[in-house]
């Protein structure tokens, strides 16, 4: 028995599936991406902070956000949190970022932190 015009409504879905996950893929692979440079940017500052007392914390919050407008991410300085204490020095940052995926919202959220050992 022939089934011209009959289409596999399993073969559409899938397709379907597949092109909604491309398009996903496609929006927030590269945030991610970006938001994996500002993170080492986090581990460089703090580490820096923790082994040169001169470098204070506005070189800290200077470093995050060249890191984050390099990057196109929104970070601003309230968004950063500094702690210094005699044996480390924490550094964490909060921000979010919200990708349109076919109409959908998707809202990332990045803490990323790092706590840096201090040698003194």
Do not use: W
């Not at 092109?19 to 692979?29: R, S």
């Not at 990708?99 to 201090?118: E, S, W």
């Amino acid at each position: 028995m022939r089934r011209s015009g009959k289409i596999n409504i399993g073969c559409i879905l899938m397709a379907a599936a597949l092109v909604v996950a491309g398009v996903a893929a496609y929006k927030i692979i590269p945030v991610r991406v970006r938001a994996a440079e500002v993170k080492e940017a986090v581990k460089r500052a703090a580490e820096s902070a923790a082994t040169n007392e001169r470098f204070k914390n506005e070189n800290v919050v200077a470093t995050i956000l060249e890191a984050a407008h390099d990057n196109n991410l929104p970070v601003n300085e309230r968004q950063i949190k500094i702690d210094r204490s005699t044996r480390e020095v924490h550094v964490e940052v909060h921000y979010q970022v919200t990708a349109d995926i076919l109409g959908y919202k998707y809202v990332m959220h990045f803490d990323p932190y790092y706590d840096a050992p201090r040698f003194d």
